[in-house]
């Protein structure tokens, strides 16, 4: 280990990882706005891809859909 010391955004299930010597704590306040790009290859056909691509669709509808309200 260099530091020892790291800091890291993860989701909340990542609690469920007890981890000697890491300790998680919660961000307080509004959840930041991020910007997301995905890049991939036009003629790649792979079903994990299709299914990212649908997860991330539906995730950005979603937040669009609660921005309208």
């Known amino acids: 280990m ?3 010391v790291g800091v890291t955004l993860l989701p ?3 609690m469920n990882l007890q981890r000697s010597g890491v300790v998680y704590r919660p961000i307080a306040g509004q959840m ?3 910007q ?3 890049v991939w290859r036009r ?3 792979s079903a994990m ?7 991330v669709q ?9 921005g309208a309200d």
């Open 49 to 55: 891809l299709h299914n990212l691509l649908s997860v």
């Open 43 to 45: 003629d790649h056909t």
């Open 58 to 66: 539906q995730v950005v509808r979603e937040q669009l859909a609660q």
């Open 12 to 14: 909340t299930n990542a």
């Open 32 to 34: 930041p706005l991020f």
């Open 2 to 4: 260099a530091g020892a």
């Open 36 to 38: 997301l790009a995905l």
